[in-house]
C-alpha cells in the first residue's frame, strides 16, 4: 500500500469516528453527553485492542513450517471481522431513533 492510500485510509478513518462522535451526541439528552462520549471511547479502545489480539492470534495460529503465517490464516482474520461487522451493523439497525431528533418530531406533529 503507497503511503498516499494510507494517508487517505487514515483521514477516513478520522472522518468516520468523528461522525460517529457527532451521532452519539445527538442520540443522547444533553445531560448524558459525557457519559455517552466516555463509554464510546471506552468501547472503541476494548474493541480495538481485542480485534487486534484476536486477528493476530488468528493469523499465527496458521504459521507454516517456514515461521510464515499463511493466505489462510488472513482469510479467516478477515472473514471474522466481516462477520463481527455483520453483526454490528445489525445492532446499529436496532437503535432507537436519536433523543433529540425524536423531540423534533414530536413538536413538529403538535403544532
Same mark, same amino acid.
Given at each position: 500500500?503507497?503511503?498516499?492510500?494510507?494517508?487517505?485510509?487514515?483521514?477516513?478513518?478520522?472522518?468516520?469516528?468523528?461522525?460517529?462522535?457527532?451521532?452519539?451526541?445527538?442520540?443522547?439528552?444533553?445531560?448524558?453527553?459525557?457519559?455517552?462520549? +466516555?463509554?464510546?471511547?471506552?468501547?472503541?479502545?476494548? +474493541?480495538?485492542?481485542? +480485534?487486534?489480539?484476536?486477528?493476530a492470534g488468528i493469523v499465527t495460529a496458521t504459521v507454516a513450517s517456514t515461521g510464515l503465517p499463511t493466505e489462510r490464516g488472513f482469510t479467516i482474520a478477515f472473514a471474522s471481522c466481516a462477520v463481527a461487522l455483520a453483526v454490528a451493523f445489525v445492532v446499529a439497525l436496532r437503535i432507537a431513533a436519536p433523543v433529540r431528533v425524536a423531540a423534533r418530531k414530536e413538536i413538529a406533529q403538535a403544532a
Open positions: 500500500m503507497s503511503a498516499e492510500a494510507l494517508h487517505r485510509q487514515h483521514y477516513n478513518v478520522t472522518f468516520a469516528l468523528l461522525a460517529m462522535a457527532n451521532l452519539i451526541v445527538e442520540s443522547v439528552d444533553v445531560t448524558q453527553t459525557g457519559v455517552a462520549t +466516555g463509554m464510546n471511547t471506552i468501547v472503541r479502545s476494548l +474493541g480495538g485492542a481485542i +480485534g487486534s489480539q484476536l486477528s
